[in-house]
């Protein structure tokens, strides 16, 4: 094990102090003002009002408690980085079932929040892999939730609630084997129709041309350019009967051009986990990193998306990019950040209507199915139906007339009508009617009422839309 994966493994009484701790600093939280975590980190591009008093102390609660290797099983600390837990796992041969495509996601951000990686066509979301959890609720308890105790209400609420029904401080994780590389196939077709029918083909298979799949998704570089990357687990051997050597996306090559450059690729099994962070996807090019000068002075350590994430929120707080826009005597943009879900045979109309629409590319596509049996109330996406996450990251400039916020609404729109879904991590504009009958919003107000009677913390509609 690693010295990093050494830095993060916690004991049961390492743990247990640290919860102490946490409950402490709710207590320390005057009556009237809302709960919030102490962290320094974070993956949400929704308006937030400005922090008051102070936040709860998470500081011990970010490694891993146990690891049972027989078991195939992990205790994870609610606010244990995925790239720590991944240090953990990995040199025993073990990995997350989902492993969220960006390094600083939480154990238990990846719950409360929803979390997705090209895995999830086979494993569904990182919740599912959940067996039990505690929760630090809003009325300051901590309590154990499993799908069948006395608690089992929130644990099927928590996923999608945002920590407005609390806290997770352990999550116990199944996990699954993983081999050391990842042999990766870059399929093009020449359309999002064509990329659909091969996406339903996987699902049905589990498989392409007789070779297993563990991990699909792609991207959209344009209406008649679409790519799949299908990836199975390989051992050693089996790696290097295709490359000599595995990929190194961390230096001067960008992972997402290689989709045009090479039919197969071989990344080690840690590479290929974080293939997406070290240009945030493709959005480092926003601060220049894509330039091959700028890269070979930009720092490997900051090649990653939590620092790209604190150079948006620095933009954020003084507004340079739409002071820039109005000396340039240029629109500003309206900001267009946002993670769909849409059912496989609703994929190549949606994407249709936003290409004519929105134009912005290249695009994510990461299909994904539901391993439960049962929906989960707050993101009731259908069991058995195959769902394609559509992920697009930028601006887009405010037309003469229109208001900032248009293309959300219209997207938001255009996937209702589709029967698809959307993660909250980012805008939202739904009335509260419309909110509450996507999200679940008559079973959530009576766990809400269990386990939040002072109403300590916001409600996810006051969360998620109003920016409380």
């Known amino acids: 094990m690693s010295a990093s994966a050494n830095s993060v493994v916690r004991g049961e009484h390492q743990h247990a102090q640290a919860v102490a701790s946490l409950v402490r600093s709710v207590a320390a939280v005057e009556p009237g003002r809302p709960l919030r975590l102490a962290k320094r980190t974070t993956n ?6 400005p922090a008051s008093g102070p936040g709860l102390d998470v500081s011990g609660l970010t490694g891993v408690i146990s690891l049972d290797e027989s078991a195939g099983t992990a205790d994870v600390q609610g606010m244990c980085a995925y790239e720590d837990l991944v240090a953990v796992t990995l040199p025993h041969g073990l990995v997350p079932t ?11 951000g990846a719950v409360a929040g929803l979390g997705i990686e090209s895995s999830s066509l086979r494993n569904g979301l990182p919740h599912e892999a959940v067996l039990e959890l505690d929760v630090l609720t ?3 308890e901590v309590v154990t939730a499993t799908p069948g105790n006395e608690h089992a209400d929130l644990f099927h609420a928590f996923p999608n609630s945002y920590g407005t029904l609390g806290y997770a401080t352990r999550v116990r994780l199944r996990l699954d084997r993983a081999e050391p590389f990842v042999v990766v196939r870059n399929v093009r077709f020449d359309s999002v129709a064509e990329a659909a029918a091969s996406v339903g083909k996987v699902a049905a298979d589990g498989s392409w041309e007789g070779e297993r799949v563990d991990f699909c998704d792609g991207v959209v570089f344009g209406p008649g350019e679409v790519f799949l990357c299908l990836g199975r687990f390989a051992s050693g051997a089996e790696a290097q009967a295709v490359a000599p050597a595995p990929s190194d996306y961390t230096g001067q090559r960008i992972y997402y051009r290689s989709l ?11 590479d290929y986990l974080w ?3 070290t240009d945030w996807f493709w959005c480092s090019r926003a601060f220049g990193v894509q330039n091959p000068v700028v890269r070979r002075v930009w720092p490997r350590r900051w090649r ?5 994430r604190r150079i948006v929120g620095l933009d954020e707080r003084l507004d340079l990019t739409g002071r820039l826009a109005d000396l340039r005597r240029r629109p500003r943009s309206e900001r267009v950040v946002q993670d769909v879900e849409v059912p496989l045979d609703q994929l190549e109309s949606f994407m249709g209507w936003f290409a004519d629409r929105v134009r912005m590319s290249p695009v994510w596509l990461c299909p994904l199915r539901l391993s439960s049996s049962e929906p989960w109330p707050l993101y009731p996406l259908e069991p058995g139906r195959v769902y394609v996450n559509v992920g697009f990251w930028g601006g887009v400039p405010i037309a003469e007339g229109a208001q900032d916020g248009d293309v959300n609404r219209l997207i938001e729109m255009a996937v209702a009508v589709r029967h698809g879904h959307k993660s909250l991590y980012s805008t939202a504009t739904y009335d509260r009617e419309v909110f509450d009958t996507l999200y679940g919003g008559l079973g959530y107000a009576a766990v809400k009422g269990r ?11 006051e969360k998620a839309v109003r920016g409380a």
């Open 260 to 270: 045009r450059e090479r039919s197969v690729d071989v990344l080690s099994a840690h």
């Open 304 to 308: 990653r998306s939590d620092v790209y």
């Open 98 to 108: 989902v492993v969220p495509q960006l390094r600083t996601i939480t154990a238990g």
């Open 451 to 461: 386990y939040d009677p002072g109403g300590r913390a916001p409600t996810l509609y």
């Open 138 to 140: 809003p009325a300051g």
């Open 275 to 277: 293939r997406w962070d």
């Open 44 to 49: 949400l591009f929704r308006p937030r009002r």
